[in-house]
């Protein structure tokens, strides 16, 4: 029976970087996120190659306002180049007016 490979955990000393994973494998990506601010992650279309398989806020522990952590987990659906990105705005704001943005380009080998 064939191992599976570690999930690849990545955070924002990611941003800009390219990966290679494969096909089957899990990719983890947690950045800090305080939606009591008005701010929270969006996630962009990554296309085929990654299904996302998680998205879940964990709260931090102390007082309120304090911020916690936003977590993605994607599935490499597809074999190919894709790209994960994110933007870190308001709501009611349009996405070329966010103050941070989160992207990397991972590439899926074929087993």
Known sequence: MPMNEPTLQ???QADGRA???SLGSDLAIALPENPTTGYRWYLGD???AFALTQDRFDAPVGPPGKGGSRHWTFRAAQAGKAEIRAVYRRSWESEGAQSRSFRIVV???PK
Do not use: A, I
């Open 10 to 12: 990545l955070d924002q």
């Open 19 to 21: 990966f290679r994973v």
């Open 46 to 48: 990554s296309g085929p």
């Open 107 to 109: 590439t899926v080998l």
